[in-house]
């Protein structure tokens, strides 16, 4: 129950973040009550699973773990994105998916020569 109360408490972390940028710098009213309201249900929400407790949380169960696919997953994200935002984007994006499709070969090369 602990990852669970992390994971709303951390969300509610970040929509209260949000309710201050809106705080500072919004004009309307009903996204600052909202967002405020959001972020307060989900503190209150992580706050009781923490205080009632419940059952364990079962072992994580990640033996073997690779970071060149989510890598190069983020680098064609960041290269779609830069379609829109600019060359430069895309040459980051494209920097990632060589970096993560790397890291894919290495992990493959070492598996193998075991």
Not at 9 to 34: D, F, K, R, S
């Amino acid at each position: 129950m602990r990852r669970g109360a992390l994971m709303l408490g951390a969300w509610g972390l970040w929509v209260g973040a949000w309710v201050i940028t809106l705080w500072i710098w919004g004009e309307a009213l009903v996204p600052l009550v909202v967002f405020g309201a959001a972020a307060a249900g989900a503190a209150l929400a992580a706050g009781y699973m923490v205080i009632a407790g419940g059952p364990d949380d079962p072992p994580r169960t990640l033996t073997e773990s690779s970071p060149g696919p989510p890598v190069a997953a983020a680098g064609v994200v960041l290269a779609a994105n830069g379609l829109a935002f600019g060359l430069w984007l895309v040459l980051i994006g494209a920097e990632l998916v060589a970096f993560g499709i790397g890291l894919a070969i290495a992990e493959s090369r070492r598996a193998r020569a075991r």
